[in-house]
């Protein structure tokens, strides 16, 4: 045992204690809703938002299937229309593995013909991934969207969509 000076207290006890308040503070910390993170928007509120900052990228998926990108016959890169159902938006995702791409840019095109561009001029980003902000687009509201890529060296434009969905 440590002599604590004239209290006399074995430091196993003091650290008991001690222990024994950080489980109580930890049991007792009230639980968190995942849900209350989502942006309060509805219906066309949701045209430019961030997929990720407002929760609707949590259960953001494919819709339909990815879209290859190919510098000649070498694949570069991919493009694919993501979807959140809860949100009802769709939003663009361009990546690569191809430290020959220089530039990237994506585009989310809906069928009214709103479309949102990452960045603005769709063309002069550098990163291995990218996305855009999201278009609203209905279930049974007759709307739908598709995805664009595009890349540095790209000989066609423009570049490769995904069908709408």
């Not at 949701?46 to 510098?71: F, I, K």
């Not at 229309?81 to 840019?105: F, H, K, P, Q």
């Not at 855009?132 to 890529?149: H, L, Q």
Request: proline residues 5%; hydrophobic residues 35%.
């Amino acid at each position: 045992m440590i002599y604590l000076g004239p209290w006399r207290f074995p430091l196993v006890v003091v650290l008991g204690v001690i222990l024994f308040l950080i489980s109580v503070s930890l049991v007792m910390q009230p639980k968190v809703a995942h849900a209350a993170s989502f942006v309060s928007c509805s219906g066309n509120g949701w045209n430019g938002q961030d997929p990720h900052t407002t929760g609707c990228g949590r259960d953001g998926s494919t819709a339909g299937a990815r879209v290859d990108m190919y510098e000649g016959s070498r694949l570069v890169a991919y493009v694919e229309n993501r979807y959140s159902r809860t949100c009802g938006t769709n939003w663009a995702l361009v990546y690569t593995n191809d430290n020959s791409v220089t530039y990237m840019g994506g585009e989310i095109i809906r069928s009214d013909g709103l479309h949102l561009c990452y960045p603005r001029d769709c063309r002069t980003f550098y990163s291995n991934r990218l996305y855009t902000d999201m278009v609203y687009d209905p279930t049974g509201k007759g709307m739908t969207a598709k995805a664009c890529g595009y890349i540095s060296g790209r000989n066609s434009e423009p570049g490769a969509c995904t069908p709408y969905y």
